[in-house]
């Protein structure tokens, strides 16, 4: 167990690290139609005739949301005012999951339904195991709770992964065709999808 934790850190802070060096690069790329965060936000929520959703500024770097109870998309001070490549497709791709939102989109439903869960049960898991391995001898009943819900944790990751790449996808997209930065200054993909065609 003690592996596998030590493996999703070095992966969480690998995947940080790439954001965060992305982010400076195209941080340095000037837009094509000079419009911040929050107006390409707007303007993408309107010409997708979302208007219920609101645009609000947060602390933090790189804690860019969109939150489908509150139906907010949340942009960091950086993104929010920034006039630059990084801001723009951070500020789209967070759009993409209020469009996704809007439009029903499945696993965006799944994955909504089991943060609430996971939100309370992921605290447990490593206890749950621990106490399994402890009374293994005697009944398998913790262990198998906690296995359980470690593969549901492992599940809801999977089930992330598209609901990214279609948020990317939806922002790529709009920001093809309203040309919002000169397409040989900057590499969608490379920002959004992590050079994923």
């Given at each position: 167990?003690?592996?596998?934790?030590?493996i999703f850190?070095?992966?969480?802070?690998?995947?940080?690290?790439?954001?965060r060096s992305?982010?400076?690069?195209?941080?340095?790329?000037?837009?094509?139609?000079?419009?911040s965060g929050v107006e390409i936000a707007n303007k993408m929520l309107r010409e997708h005739g979302i208007d219920q959703v609101k645009?609000?500024?947060i602390h933090g770097h790189l804690t860019d949301h969109y939150n489908p109870l509150t139906q907010t998309v949340n942009l960091s001070n950086q993104v929010y005012h920034g006039r630059n490549a990084a801001a723009a497709a951070?500020?789209?791709?967070?759009?993409?999951?209020?469009v996704q939102h809007a439009r029903g989109y499945a696993f965006l439903q799944l994955r909504?339904?089991?943060v609430p869960v996971?939100?309370?049960?992921?605290?447990?898991?490593?206890?749950?195991?621990?106490?399994g391995i402890l009374l293994i001898n005697t009944t398998l009943?913790?262990?198998?709770?906690?296995?359980?819900?470690f593969a549901l944790t492992t599940l809801f990751s999977f089930i992330t992964l598209p609901v990214e790449f279609d948020a990317s996808s939806r922002a790529l997209a709009w920001m093809d065709n309203r040309g919002v930065v000169q397409a040989k200054n900057i590499k969608w993909r490379e920002m959004l999808c992590g050079g994923q065609p």
């Open positions: 167990m003690n592996t596998i934790g030590i850190v070095l992966v969480s802070a690998a995947v940080g690290s790439i954001l992305r982010f400076n690069t195209y941080a340095q790329t000037k837009l094509k139609s000079d419009w645009i609000t500024c951070i500020a789209a791709h967070e759009c993409g999951h209020a909504s339904t089991m996971l939100s309370v049960t992921t605290r447990f898991i490593p206890w749950t195991i621990i106490v009943i913790p262990l198998t709770v906690g296995i359980a819900l």
